[in-house]
């Protein structure tokens, strides 16, 4: 079975400082993992996409999750936030493709960016 | 190409009635799946196809829901005696796996969705 946790619902920063959101999964298999944002009013957007090749994925917008196994964490941060950022951000869980591609969507992190 | 399309965006309708959605998906995608996402919540997965064939729906949330993708390009969503409880916003994705050029990286797009509410 597959889940997605995200830790806090909410994260509030401040404009030009770092931004953490948390992540954690569980899977039978090796996973592909995504995180997707959605601003209000609009679809979702993916911003990278883990899926073995390197365990650091940089995407887009200046994002960047590093993949642990170990820990089964795939934390999404930013080293300098900004007002655009603010939005709610889902971590993804995949089967391999062969599996039907279900996605498991976390339950969501709404970012706040304070001026 | 201009994405993932959802019609409509919003409806509007009393409890017991009918209601479709339609998605049309990225021309070159052969794969098209279905969400509800309720507020505060992550989108939840309902069914999925590959080109016209149903590969999973038995996480459609009751026989009240079906969906069909007659011709491998557009679907449609429909729920029969709508509920109160069927408020949520419907969301469409599509993606292309198999295949060798750059669309194929098994990514799914997703539409802006349409905002059902039921009164």
């Known amino acids: 079975a597959q889940s997605v946790t995200q830790l806090d619902s909410h994260v509030s920063v401040s404009e030009g400082t770092p931004v953490l959101l948390r992540c954690n999964y569980s899977?039978?298999?090796?996973?592909?993992l995504f995180w997707y944002v959605q601003h209000p009013n609009k679809g979702l957007q993916l911003l990278l996409k883990?899926?073995?090749?390197?365990?650091l994925v940089k995407g887009i917008n200046g994002f960047e999750a590093e993949f642990k196994k170990s820990e089964t964490s795939f934390h999404l941060t930013k080293p300098s936030a900004h007002m655009s950022d603010a939005a709610e951000y889902f971590c993804?869980?995949?089967?391999?493709?062969?599996?039907?591609?279900?996605?498991?969507f976390g339950p969501g992190t709404r970012l706040s960016v304070l001026p | 190409d201009t994405g993932v399309s959802q019609n409509p965006r919003h409806k509007i309708t009393k409890r017991g009635q009918n209601v479709t959605f339609r998605c049309d998906p990225i021309?070159?995608?052969?794969?098209l799946y279905w969400y509800r996402q309720t507020l505060g919540q992550g989108p939840e997965f309902l069914t999925y196809?590959?080109?016209?064939?149903?590969?999973?729906k038995s996480r459609l949330l009751s026989d009240r829901f079906s969906a069909e993708r007659p011709k491998g390009s557009f679907s449609t969503l429909e729920i029969q005696r709508t509920e109160q409880g069927d408020s949520a916003m419907y969301l469409c994705?599509?993606?292309?796996?198999?295949?060798?050029?750059?669309?194929?990286?098994?990514?799914?797009?997703f539409g802006a969705g349409t905002r059902l509410s039921v009164l």
């Open positions: 994705a599509s993606s292309l796996v198999g295949g060798t050029g750059p669309l194929a990286k098994n990514i799914q797009y």
């Open positions: 899977s039978s298999y090796s996973p592909s």
């Open positions: 883990y899926t073995s090749a390197a365990t």
């Open positions: 993804v869980v995949s089967l391999p493709d062969n599996y039907g591609q279900n996605f498991v």
């Open positions: 021309s070159e995608h052969n794969r």
């Open positions: 196809f590959q080109n016209e064939a149903q590969l999973e």
